[in-house]
């Protein structure tokens, strides 16, 4: 199983853009999911995180312009991202522990997606 990202892409500042993230295979669910990102030449940053029980956290830089969700399903994570500035310019990662009636809950890397915020 792979853990399947997607929804970067070029933004101007202010505008906004959702991220998905969800497992290659049928048979698993998303346990819990956070996304991390960075930018060139820095390191990895946790930006937000939704556990099994719901709650969320985020970083000090995002708070109130991103929001980080799981659908009912369970099946795909999203990062809604608004009012996008500049410094959120990074590769996005989503991070998520997948679980399905086979297998506990195991930790998985999606890809990277580019988010570019820039006029």
């Known amino acids: 199983v792979q853990l399947q990202a997607s929804g970067g892409g070029s933004v101007q500042p202010g505008g906004s853009l959702r991220l998905s993230c969800a497992a290659s295979?049928?048979?698993?669910?998303?346990?819990?999911v956070r996304w991390y990102r960075q930018a060139p030449g820095k390191e990895r940053d946790l930006v937000a995180s939704?556990?099994?029980?719901?709650?969320?956290n985020y970083a000090q830089s995002v708070k109130g312009r991103f929001t980080v969700s799981r659908d009912n399903a369970q099946k795909t994570g999203y990062l809604q991202m608004n009012s996008l500035k500049p410094e959120d310019t990074a590769v996005y990662y989503c991070?998520?522990?997948?679980?399905?009636?086979?297998?506990?809950?195991?930790?998985?890397w999606g890809q990277g997606t580019l988010v570019t915020v820039s006029s």
């Open positions: 991070n998520a522990e997948l679980v399905s009636e086979r297998y506990s809950p195991r930790n998985y």
């Open positions: 295979e049928e048979e698993y669910y998303i346990y819990s």
């Open positions: 939704f556990t099994h029980t719901g709650s969320t």
